[in-house]
């Protein structure tokens, strides 16, 4: 033991001031506490021995990830077929969501449909009607793309007021994966386009091979811009659930037109208005009157944790706000979060620059006090549309809108560190 | 312009000045007429697409009773959660309204497109042209759109006014919500902050232990709610099964083929009534034999009578419905392989009331 009485002048001084500095962690440190047994008795795990390689050719995640789970909510929907879930955002970190866990949404149901047995074909106003087999599609130059696709009714219970707890049930209906595929602009030059004529005009009629024959018309302009006949998702092939062995990416635009087991491509001079493209996913306005072919997913984000299904645990002091922001307009430019409502609002740190059409991980390194706090983030993407409040989408929209809530969530975090969804003045 | 705009504006100027000189590479092989005409179904608003054919509204009555009603109901109404398809006018610009062929499709062609490519349910493309002209007559009837002595083809199909033809309008974001692109504020950017609404659902919507989750849920959702109380009371029935071992590769085997019967039919533990009833101790039962399920009268009364589904009334029944029970409300058309039959049926012996 030091003897201070010996320490003088500026040292002595010096040495206050870092003993001061330090009270928490020596307060910690010096509390009588018992020895860890985890570090000082040995562990069956570090006696023993684990599984040995191939014990699971192909791994799932640890059993105590266990409720890390797509999840969906049984009364929304008249039954699991035509149905939809949600991904686990509020437990993920990163951008990359993996296929296990992301959201699924079938129009006829999940079907099996062999590599052997699957069949493209591109018809209408091309010069040669053309079939390719799976094994053709690989043979074509292949690209790479990061790229999130987002069910326009994301969010779509949340019109009326604060619906479900949880940000995997509020925004859930989004995933973000890497793909690899083969342009549609290359299969669409490969039919050729001349018998087509004029080109903005024209339409791009694209449908799947299960029983919904889920179908949605494509202006020509975006099918040769970026749109991709997609057969790998972050390296491996789809699941079934998301379209194996082929699916289309329509990048930034809503995920209806993301067909899954692409089986046809009819180039046309109109727009089929098949029934997901009237009935549904178009967006019905206070007096009435309905947008339609509203496509682009605006700006948007969600703090992932803390949330209802992420209160904080630990206590006060250090606290890492985290969430996702996404424009189907561009890349993510910036994200503030707010902790009092938006009266006041602070940078976030983005985990790395925004990249277009694909998900921006956020960060605000913060220190929580225990105070309650009604927390919102904002997004802002290279167009410099400022993701805007609920309330600010009813004043143009109303209520009835079902798709394209982007409005800024709230979560009501109490003094224990549980967290509510709410709307605030 | 938007910055999309402009990047596709670029990208259709490059293959209007040189589409001939994109590069080919040989793959793929030409569809044949016969293969076009079998995918290339869709139709167009001006009814490019449709085939010869015609359906009148009686027809369509029958039609739809046999192959729609046990969704949509005998009039079009719904049944359950599923899509109502009829009525709803003058509702679009009230809370909550209901959006069906006659109050929004605003073209006919989506609903004879959809009929003939997506319905019905679990056993799409099975109808003839005929049967979708009767479908879409009948729906226009129940929408009070047209007479009951209408008659719809090709020919007919533009006089029909849909009456909510004029109710869309094409994307306006970028005009209409022009002021969402904006400087955002940093600091004192509003007065006080109150909660003005809180979350309905609280609990977990999958635990329906949870005591706040519940009550919310069966408020809010009260139609279905009803419905999961009703299934989940204990139904006092007596099932004849005989004890044997069951061939677990057959079993196997119709689970696959039960996929087919899943879009309306559930088994095992938490199984609910849907579409179609409980199969959970279906083998050795009585016709109708559930209290919690509404059956057609044929079903119930056969029932009644002491029919019981032992193998070989199981097996006569899927390979052709409606020839065992008259006027059964099951949408199938059957199963053609014996051995699927014998599988499911095994599958089902699997799971005893």
Not at chain 1, 368 to 381: H, I, N, S, V, Y
Not at chain 1, 390 to 415: A, C, F, M
Not at chain 2, 130 to 159: C, G, M, Q
Not at chain 2, 269 to 285: C, F, S, W, Y
Request: proline share 5%; aromatic share 8%; net charge negative.
């Amino acid at each position: 033991m030091t003897d201070s009485s010996g320490i003088k002048g500026p040292s002595r001084r010096a040495f206050l001031k870092a003993a001061a500095a330090s009270v928490p962690v020596a307060a910690v440190a010096g509390a009588a506490r018992a020895d860890d047994p985890l570090i000082t008795e040995v562990q069956e795990w570090a006696s023993g021995l684990g599984e040995g390689v191939d014990a699971t050719p192909y791994g799932l995640p640890i059993e105590y990830e266990s409720d890390v789970i797509r999840r969906n909510v049984e009364w929304l929907t008249a039954d699991a077929i035509s149905s939809i879930n949600f991904t686990p955002i509020h437990a993920l970190d990163g951008t990359i969501t993996p296929q296990g866990c992301a959201f699924e949404r079938h129009h006829s149901g999940a079907i099996e449909l062999k590599k052997e047995d699957y069949r493209l074909m591109i018809n209408g106003l091309v010069d040669r009607p053309l079939v390719f087999t799976y094994e053709d599609l690989e043979r074509f130059p292949r690209e790479n793309h990061v790229y999130f696709c987002e069910c326009a009714a994301n969010t779509g219970m949340e019109w009326a007021g604060a619906q479900l707890n949880g940000a995997q049930y509020t925004h859930g209906m989004i995933h973000n994966m890497e793909y690899t595929g083969v342009s549609l602009r290359t299969l669409l030059e490969e039919a050729g386009l001349d018998a087509a004529g004029d080109l903005t005009d024209k339409w791009v009629y694209v449908e799947g091979a299960d029983a919904s024959s889920n179908g949605r018309s494509i202006p020509m302009e975006k099918a040769l811009d970026d749109c991709l006949v997609a057969f790998k998702a972050n390296g491996e092939a789809l699941r079934m659930e998301h379209g194996y062995p082929v699916r289309l990416c329509v990048p930034g635009w809503e995920g209806n037109m993301w067909v899954k087991w692409l089986r046809r491509i009819d180039v046309s001079d109109s727009a089929v208005e098949s029934r997901e493209e009237t009935s549904k996913y178009t967006d019905t306005l206070a007096d009435g009157t309905s947008r339609k072919w509203t496509w682009a997913m605006d700006a948007k984000s969600i703090i992932t944790s803390p949330s209802p299904q992420m209160p904080i645990k630990h206590g006060k002091g250090p606290l890492v706000i985290t969430g996702l922001a996404w424009s189907g307009r561009g890349a993510i430019t910036r994200v503030d979060v707010s902790k009092d409502g938006g009266k006041t609002w602070e940078t976030a740190r983005l985990a790395k620059p925004g990249e277009r059409m694909a998900l921006t991980r956020f960060y605000l390194d913060t220190t929580w006090e225990g105070e309650e706090m009604f927390l919102q983030a904002r997004a802002m993407d290279e167009t410099g549309y400022v993701q805007p409040t609920k309330d600010e989408l009813r004043e143009v929209r109303g209520e009835n809108s079902i798709y394209h809530n982007n409005g800024i969530q709230t979560w009501w975090v109490q003094p224990n560190g549980e967290a509510d969804n709410v709307e605030v003045s | 312009m938007s910055k999309y705009l402009k990047l596709t504006v670029a990208a259709l100027a490059l293959v209007a000045a040189s589409p001939a000189a994109a590069e080919k590479f040989g793959l793929g092989r030409v569809a044949t007429d016969a293969e076009v005409a079998a995918w290339d179904l869709d139709v167009h608003p001006d009814g490019s697409g449709l085939p010869e054919g015609s359906g009148d509204v009686w027809t369509g009555e029958t039609v739809f009773a046999d192959n729609c009603a046990v969704c949509h109901g005998d009039f079009a109404e719904g049944v359950g959660n599923w899509p109502k398809l009829a009525g709803g006018m003058g509702t679009l610009d009230r809370k909550d309204p209901l959006k069906t062929v006659g109050s929004y499709w605003p073209y006919l062609s989506t609903t004879w497109d959809y009929v003939n490519r997506s319905m019905p349910f679990g056993n799409a493309q099975t109808l003839t042209p005929d049967e979708v002209y009767a479908i879409t007559a009948y729906i226009l009837f129940s929408n009070d759109l047209v007479d009951d002595d209408f008659v719809l083809s090709k020919e007919t199909f533009l006089d029909v006014e849909m009456p909510n033809a004029d109710g869309f309008i094409l994307d306006d974001r970028l005009t209409s919500e022009a002021h969402f692109v904006r400087e955002p504020c940093m600091e004192n950017c509003k007065g006080e902050v109150k909660i003005t609404k809180n979350v309905v659902f609280k609990g977990d919507p999958n635990s329906p232990d949870d005591p706040e989750a519940e009550p919310a849920a069966q408020e809010a959702v009260a139609e279905e709610a009803v419905e999961e109380k009703a299934a989940a009371e204990p139904v006092a029935e007596e099932a004849v099964v005989t004890e044997a071992a069951l061939d677990m590769d057959l079993v196997a085997e119709g689970e696959k083929v039960f996929k087919q019967c899943k879009a309306c039919h559930q088994v095992g533990e938490g199984a609910k009534n849907r579409t179609g009833p409980i199969l959970n101790g279906v083998v050795g039962a009585a016709l109708g034999h559930r209290d919690d399920f509404k059956y057609s009268k044929t079903m119930a009364e056969m029932g009644e009578e002491g029919v019981i589904w032992d193998e070989a009334n199981l097996a006569t029944y899927l390979a052709k419905p409606r020839a065992f029970v008259n006027k059964t409300r099951m949408s199938f058309a059957g199963l053609k392989k014996e051995e699927d039959i014998a599988a499911v049926t095994e599958y089902l012996k699997s799971f005893p009331e």
